[in-house]
């Protein structure tokens, strides 16, 4: 009995009956969120290093919940993942950042990118190029412009990705490896799934100008990259000494709090009057 009521006790523990609370009350948001439209994207710059144009955008996802206000991907990513809930609001947020910025093309910024982040659970969906497929015919789209972003640590298995990141290349899109470097995997997936792109995560630049290792750590990644014939792609770039050091070690695009935070779709129109697209 005392066992049974220590184990009671453990169950009714504030804060995890807090927590779970939550993460129902989550779940059940979610379902509705994407009908009751409370989804927005936010777009941040990718910048063109050597002249800091504006050559593309990532979109990020942000949900107003109507009791518990904004709440920021981390929190409710996973759930949507674990809840199989990913799949359409991924969905929705290719279709939605395709239509923005198949719009800013037609207003004359032709060559602009979009890249939209994908959990490994809408890759390892047998429908998920076919769905791709159909949104970008739907927009008329040149699909080299849209940029599908995989987490490193999503690569741990890559094995049941392998179709669909050939059957999305052959569809002619890009795919981007996001995070690099924090994902704890082996490299020898770089040699087989055909990568475009390298983005070097944030953490690295952090203190990349104060420490020896820091230093020698970024330059082994562009270095790697640029071997590989990969993209190099510099997230979290907060001070100038960064872009100069990334420019010395032939890393050309970035993104980061010094050019610009992620903007809703009327501040990035704004952006692109100040830094026009080359
Ligand atoms: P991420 O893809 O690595 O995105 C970069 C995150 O860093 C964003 O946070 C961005 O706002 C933030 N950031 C940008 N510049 C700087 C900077 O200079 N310094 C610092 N410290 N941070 C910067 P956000 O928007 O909260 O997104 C967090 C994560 O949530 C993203 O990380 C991505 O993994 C995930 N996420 C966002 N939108 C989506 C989505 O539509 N689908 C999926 N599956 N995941 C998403
Ligand atoms: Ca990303
Ligand atoms: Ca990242
Ligand atoms: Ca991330």
Redesign the pocket.
Known sequence: AKEKGRDNYQFFNASLNESMRVKMHLENGLRKAVHRQEFT?CY?PLIYLPTGRIIGT????RWEHPEFGNI???DF?PVAEDTGL?IPI?DW?IEEACRQNKVWQNEGHEKLSIA????VK?LEDPGFPDRIKKILASFDMDPSFLEL?I?EGMMQDFDSSIPNIKRLKDLGLKISI??FGTGYSSLSYLKVLPIDTLKI??SFLDDSLESFRGQALVKTIIDMGINLQFNVIA????DRMQVEFLLSQGCLIG????YS??LSPTKCEEFFQKHLSP
């Open positions: 994207l941040q990532e979109a990020l996802i920021p991907p981390s990513i990913i991924g947020v939209v982040n994908i959990s809408q972003e987490t996001d995070d995560d944030k997230e979290g770039i907060e993104q980061g709090y010094f935070e992620p």
